[in-house]
């Protein structure tokens, strides 16, 4: 008890002997102000000198000639505006699986429905399945009801095979027996 009680006062020392050190510090080492030079007055501002300076060449293209090239294709205007006014609706369908006796598979199908070169609405649906746990051991709490019987179970299982043993409150008499699974589903 002496040794903890005696701990904090120390703890408490250095503590205040850091903020004090660090306090000494940054007053010593960044209290004192720039010295102006003695050409400039002290409200001296140049909005040229803190603008951001790029060196950047811009091609502007002279005009040319325009030459016109017949396609040898038919065109359906009509088709194309239909097409770009249309909604369309495309769904991308991604897969992931953990590996492993907890792991899982997920799908994402995600849906974005495009109008006139923008997507106009996007919607996502996540299914998560999990992988069915195969214990092969397990420890259970059971109970039954009816008439005379009145019976609270603790049960184990290993692979197929169940033993139980409890007491029956109705008969006032101890329960015990074995099991075997037939069938898994």
Known sequence: MT???????VLVLVFLATLAAAFTLGRCTGAGSAEEPSGYPSSFYDPLLSLPTTKDSIYVPLPQETVRVELPAVVD????????????VYRDTLRASAPGKL???AVAVISDTVAQNVIAGRSVRLTFTPNRLATTRSVDLQSTWGLHNTT???AYHYRRWVMYAGYNFSERSPVAGVGYQLIRW
Request: proline share 4%; no cysteine; charged share 10%.
């Open 152 to 154: 609270l179970l603790a």
């Open 3 to 9: 040794n903890v009680s005696s701990k904090w006062p």
């Open 103 to 105: 792991g899982g598979s």
């Open 77 to 88: 205007t009509d088709a194309i505006i239909s097409s770009y006014f249309s909604r369309h």
